[in-house]
């Protein structure tokens, strides 16, 4: 009886997963069929793949940048916003300024704010700074969005480590800088992942912020996919499958080959010993 409750629940497992992965399978084969193919009626799940949709999309010249803007402001703004997030939680794990708890809520309060409340005041300074399609300043954007949630992950983690490592590294003469990424960085590395691959994907992800405060030259993917939804008076589905299923490569790898630190990073570091 036990082990048919258990191939029931595993297959019950596997039917959720397939529901769920559905529609993404079903965009990765459509970027392999003709324009012909994605619109019959039934649909067609025996055709001849080609390579002519992938061909088409690399035929743009603008597609690289795309490209190339999308990686260079995800990898970018996640780097800054981890190394800052990882002092700031240090600070508070180790040193609990004054309003400690309150600084917190502030912090996550601010990160929950919805992107069209702050888009205007967000514009009109960028324009009267003349910040607007720059990839330094769309960067440091990204981070500070980044860094209120990541110091949270963060400092579930470094409360989880022993200030007698703090301690003796401070009686054997050591730094604080030597502490910090020496001593206490490397047992908080499960959380430092989480961490940037949660911000990874929500930069990654990030359309609204890039098409009003970018421009031509900071130009992601999502911006590629929006502007290019129409094309000869029609919806273009051979572009938007061929687009969609290049920009699901980065999350899904990112995802595939660390998530169990996703998994430690969404319990705030309360099974950090599992990993």
Aim: charged fraction near 10%; include cysteine.
């Amino acid at each position: 009886m036990s082990r048919i409750r258990e191939v029931a629940y595993y297959a019950g497992l596997w039917l959720i997963a397939l529901i769920f992965f559905a529609p993404i399978a079903w965009i990765v084969m459509s970027s392999f069929k003709t324009r012909t193919d994605i619109l019959a009626v039934p649909p067609k799940f025996l055709f001849s793949p080609t390579l002519e949709n992938y061909e088409a999309l690399f035929s743009r010249s603008e597609i690289f940048v795309q490209i190339g803007n999308s990686i260079l402001l995800s990898l970018g703004a996640v780097i800054i916003a981890v190394v800052v997030s990882f002092l700031a939680a240090f600070c508070f794990s180790r040193f609990r300024p004054k309003g400690t708890d309150f600084l917190m809520f502030l912090l996550l309060s601010i990160r929950m704010l919805p992107g069209p409340a702050v888009i205007l005041p967000v514009f009109l300074m960028y324009v009267g700074f003349g910040w607007k399609d720059s990839h330094l300043w769309l960067m440091l954007f990204y981070a500070m969005f980044s860094i209120p949630f990541s110091v949270w992950i963060l400092k579930g983690f470094l409360d989880g480590v022993s200030t007698r490592f703090d301690e003796t590294g401070r009686v054997n003469g050591g730094s604080w800088a030597h502490i910090i990424f020496k001593v206490v960085m490397p047992q908080v590395r499960p959380g430092l992942i989480a961490a940037f691959i949660f911000n990874l994907i929500f930069v990654w992800n990030e359309y609204l912020f890039n098409f009003i405060i970018g421009g031509v030259n900071t130009q992601n993917i999502p911006y590629a996919l929006m502007v290019g939804t129409y094309a000869d008076g029609g919806v273009a589905w051979t572009f938007i499958a061929t687009m969609t299923s290049l920009y699901l490569v980065v999350p899904v790898v990112f995802i595939y080959l660390f998530q169990k630190y996703l998994l430690v990073g969404m319990t705030f570091g309360t099974v950090r010993g599992e990993v």
